[in-house]
């Protein structure tokens, strides 16, 4: 059954209740007293914003490097790295972001994006270690050949 309900806000929904009337009854009266779908996705869309905001100033004094991929990764990507470097910053000691800083690929941070700040440090030494050795071994082989 379909009731409107002014929610908590202020603002009128429609919603679809079902089950026992006592059921539907017990439902409409929590709904009164939460926010409306339209404000309550504002309202995390505006702590969604405060977060970046926060994440990008503590990372602020650090130089990150361009992240390749697609454009759609390197978006996602970006907002993963800022978040998990803010995590790692220390004002004192920036050890841990070091090895994190070297990691360019957005795929590699959408596919640790889970991980904890021990294990996320972990993998990015490992990656950026493969990553100097592959760039080193790269530079080797097209060095001209002297016999």
């Not at 908590?8 to 929904?13: D, L, N, V």
């Not at 939460?34 to 970046?52: L, P, Q, Y």
């Not at 994006?113 to 790269?138: E, P």
């Amino acid at each position: 059954m379909e009731q409107r309900i002014i929610h908590a806000c202020g603002h009128e929904q429609a919603h679809h209740l079902t089950g026992f009337e006592s059921q539907q009854e017990r439902k409409a009266k929590w709904l009164k007293t939460t926010t409306c779908r339209d404000c309550f996705v504002a309202e995390k869309r505006a702590e969604e914003v405060a977060a970046a905001t926060s994440s990008s100033a503590a990372v602020s004094h650090l130089v990150l490097p361009p992240l390749t991929g697609t454009d759609r990764q390197i978006s996602w990507a970006s907002t993963i790295r800022i978040k998990r470097l803010a995590a790692l910053t220390n004002p004192n000691n920036d050890a841990d972001c070091c090895a994190c800083l070297q990691v360019t690929d957005a795929k590699w941070w959408i596919d640790y994006r889970d991980l904890t700040d021990a294990d996320l440090v972990a993998a990015a030494t490992k990656a950026s270690g493969i990553q100097n050795v592959t760039a080193v071994t790269a530079s080797i082989t097209d060095m001209p050949r002297t016999a």
